[in-house]
């Protein structure tokens, strides 16, 4: 039921406050998505979405902390394997 | 798609699962709230990528789950009403009222009707102004905002026959139920990430203080999953009781500000009945007195309608992770997807449901 989806803003449709709407691609599917939660999301954002309302906009930082960990985490062990 | 592909990659979970089975010294025991991450965890095998001390108990996320028969009851009595087009999200459809369920109102005739969004129920409201349009509203905070837009809009477009059944639950007075049981378990949290992505987690701040637990805000996808174990089992293993935050790319500390705001307009806290656990205080959502016109319940007179659980089923125990699904008698034999007896066989994010479409061969 939480189930939400990440998908790209590709036009905001209205902009009038507590009614803002635009078009959002899910992979190849467009559908017109509420936006009046994310006011701050724009053309090209990623926007998580759940029954047809944005409740967040995707934070690209953020987004690659795992894989940067995973990394470090990789560096840390041949670096760790090379001193021995 | 983008942000979700990268995060199923085989080899970083292999990478993240060895990790935990390196820090991990001794037995723990983690609840996932959500149904949606039980889903993910049975469906990709991440338990299975998991050392041997680590147990996943699977938590009350599911919300068709956790509505209580007597509120089914009162979809089925709405639905059968010549004046009235339901409107659902599907997974309510299958669940089983006293007698019947809502697929079968429509099948004999009823105006039941599946939607996407709330707020297609207002649409439709609006083309059919001879009909009353009631939404069945259950969800957990992350559905709140939709549910909370769909009567503000109604009200501010003057859609009079449009109505609400109201069946919100929230999260932390359920884990608070949890924690203080005799019968609990479990010693860490993954929090739900889109509940969370609404809420904030400070809120979850005092629970992880008073119960010495702790508790980790963890997103959806298998590397999601694996990183917010990780995290747990850290902090049981360094004797940390603290809040973290794995889902970072959706979850701030204060949540979505407009989403809480347009729901504290619409709705109050109320006591909330939840299936197979009783009536929890201050654990549910109804609508205020401003909203009143809009709460079905109170248009239609169904406050004396009252239906007991029934008593094979033991969705009660399986939501509060005290038996699996497949401990119970009636699994994969009585009750099945296609005749179930509980709610967890039926929604899509159910316990039971999980279990019987990717683990029937370990039964």
């Given amino acids: 039921m939480c189930l939400a989806i990440p998908g790209k803003i590709e036009s905001i449709t209205n902009n009038e406050l507590l009614q803002r709407t635009g078009k959002v691609n899910f992979g190849g599917i467009i559908k017109e998505i509420n936006l009046s939660y994310v006011p701050e999301a724009t053309v090209d954002d990623f926007v998580i979405v759940h029954v047809g309302f944005a409740i967040s906009t995707v934070d690209k930082d953020e987004a690659n902390r795992v894989f940067e960990y995973l990394k470090e985490m990789e560096e840390l062990k041949e670096l760790n394997e090379s001193n021995e | 798609m983008k942000y979700i592909d990268e995060y199923r990659d085989a080899k970083r979970a292999k990478q993240l699962s060895k990790k935990i089975f390196e820090i991990t010294t001794r037995t723990w025991s983690l609840m996932e709230i959500c149904g949606g991450q039980t889903h993910a965890i049975v469906k990709f095998g991440i338990d299975e990528l998991l050392p041997k001390e680590i147990s996943l108990v699977h938590g009350p996320g599911c919300p068709v789950c956790v509505t209580p028969v007597e509120l089914i009851e009162k979809s089925i009595t709405l639905a059968s009403r010549n ?100 019968q609990n378990t479990v010693q860490g949290f993954l929090a739900a990430g889109h509940v969370c992505t609404v809420m904030g987690f400070e809120e979850y701040i005092p629970l992880a203080k008073k119960y010495n637990v702790p508790i980790v805000v963890t997103g959806f996808e298998p590397l999601d999953i694996l990183q917010g174990i990780l995290m747990c089992v850290k902090q049981l293993e360094e004797q940390r009781a603290e809040v973290e935050n794995q889902y970072s790319r959706s979850v701030k500390s204060k949540g979505n500000i407009p989403a809480q705001e347009l729901m504290r307009k619409v709705f109050e806290i109320v006591p909330r009945k939840w299936r197979g656990i009783g009536e929890i205080p201050a654990s549910g959502l109804g609508l205020k007195k401003e909203y009143a016109m809009f709460d079905a319940e109170k248009i239609f007179e169904l406050k004396n309608i009252v239906v007991n659980e029934s008593e094979t089923c033991i969705a009660g125990l399986v939501l509060q992770g005290v038996k699996k699904p497949n401990e119970c008698s009636a699994f994969g034999t009585v009750c099945t997807p296609e005749h179930p007896l509980g709610a967890p066989m039926v929604s899509s994010e159910g316990a039971c449901a999980a279990y019987f479409h990717f683990r029937r061969i370990a039964v």
């Fill in chain 2, 83 to 182: 004046d009235v087009i339901l409107c659902s999200f599907g997974d309510m459809l299958r669940v089983p009222g006293k007698e019947k369920d809502l697929l079968a109102v429509k099948a004999s005739g009823g105006d039941v009707r599946i939607v996407y969004s709330p707020m297609d129920a207002v649409k439709i409201a609006a083309e059919h102004p001879s009909k009353n349009v009631v939404f069945f509203a259950v969800g957990f905070e992350t559905t709140a905002p939709a549910n909370a837009m769909a009567v503000f809009q109604a009200k501010l477009q003057n859609i009079a026959n449009f109505s609400m059944l109201v069946s919100h639950v929230l999260v932390p007075p359920a884990m608070e139920a949890i924690l203080s049981s005799s």
